[in-house]
């Protein structure tokens, strides 16, 4: 059976998305991976395109609030940045949370070439 792995960031629109992506391109065949914010808005273009650039079609991928997967068993749950890490709903109770931070790259402020990079590193 395949482990569920539900990644959490505040707007579900970049760091959430690309981790789900790669771990169902990468892993896909051992675990399920999804992903949800605590204020869900819509995926970012540059987050696409970065994925793009390594051979993972995220296009299709659509934001997600937390509720969505309310009752839902997961393995983990992992948090990539701060404000979703405290604002972790409780109902994913039982299960390993975890967290990683990383920063915003939607606040990434630049040329086109910089904000891209700011995407790449995450």
């Not at 999804?34 to 650039?53: D, I, Q």
């Amino acid at each position: 059976m395949k482990k569920r792995v539900l990644f959490i960031c505040t707007n579900n629109s970049c760091r959430s998305q690309m981790a789900e992506g790669i771990i169902n391109y990468e892993l896909g065949d051992k675990i399920e991976a999804y992903s949800a914010g605590t204020t869900p808005t819509a995926v970012n273009p540059h987050a696409v395109k970065s994925m793009a650039e390594i051979g993972i079609d995220i296009a299709d991928q659509r934001s997600k609030g937390v509720e969505e997967f309310a009752g839902q068993h997961f393995d983990y749950v992992i948090t990539l940045c701060d404000s979703a890490n405290e604002q972790c709903p409780m109902f994913f109770g039982g299960v390993k949370k975890m967290h990683l931070s990383f920063a915003d790259p939607a606040a990434a402020v630049g040329s086109e070439t910089e904000i891209q990079a700011a995407f790449r590193m995450v």
